[in-house]
């Protein structure tokens, strides 16, 4: 994975929501508030040892964890009754120094979601800082969540997802740096049988190109990210 450091920030913010579920005063939604729906990804699904060894494989594994840890954390935030007021829902906690209220907005399509911080925990303070954005349709099958570098407004990471007519489910995450320029991309895709493939940039050139079949074997390709020429490959079976 070429995400390590982003992946660090993701799981930092979905580690302080999801002990703030485990207190006391969190409030979380009631009958009626929306429920995050978000979507389920997996890699190949074989039993075979090559997939457990093949850099292909394991890496189509750990993207699909990724996906769905970084919405299982969010969705940790909530654990009780909401509060609501017109067309929004509030849950707000504190933990460690730092409070976190956590919103959703109903529109026609779904609803919108925001996480903003306030409070100082050791050296670092926050002043009404919003950390995550997003949005997801009502039924879940399409989404995204945007992560935002430390009290600033420019976009870090983000994560997308969509699902076709056929239910075949396609998800996306981008890396930025701080001028706003894309350092990485990955392309995540969920076919109905169980087939898929993983495609990962550095910058713009596709750097590792992953496919499987329904049975769970798969070919792996990968490419040198300054003249985007094929340096290595495999397959597990």
């Not at 976190?100 to 903003?116: I, P």
Request: aromatic share 10%.
């Amino acid at each position: 994975m070429r995400l390590t450091k982003n992946v660090t920030l993701i799981f930092a913010i979905a580690v302080f929501v999801a002990g703030c579920s485990s207190k006391n005063n969190v409030t979380g939604p009631n009958s009626s508030a929306p429920q995050l729906k978000a979507p389920q990804f997996h890699g190949p699904v074989s039993t075979s040892s090559s997939a457990d060894t093949s850099l292909g494989a394991r890496t189509a594994v750990s993207t699909a964890a990724l996906f769905d840890g970084i919405s299982a954390g969010f969705m940790a935030y909530y654990a009780g009754s909401g509060t609501q007021s017109g067309n929004s829902w509030t849950w707000s906690s504190t933990e460690n120094g730092i409070t976190g209220v956590w919103t959703a907005t109903s529109a026609s399509s779904g609803y919108s979601w925001k996480l903003v911080l306030n409070g100082s925990s050791g050296n670092t303070s926050y002043n009404n800082w919003t950390a995550l954005t997003g949005s997801e349709s009502s039924d879940g099958k399409s989404g995204n969540w945007t992560l935002y570098y430390l009290n600033s407004s420019e976009p870090e990471f983000a994560a997308s997802w969509s699902t076709d007519s056929n239910g075949n489910l396609t998800g996306t995450i981008l890396v930025y740096n701080t001028s706003g320029a894309l350092t990485a991309k990955e392309i995540f895709t969920n076919n109905t049988d169980n087939s898929g493939e993983l495609k990962i940039y550095t910058g713009a050139t596709l750097t590792l190109d992953i496919k499987w079949i329904a049975n769970g074997s798969g070919t792996w390709v990968e490419y040198d990210p300054t003249s985007g020429a094929e340096i290595n490959s495999g397959s597990w079976s």
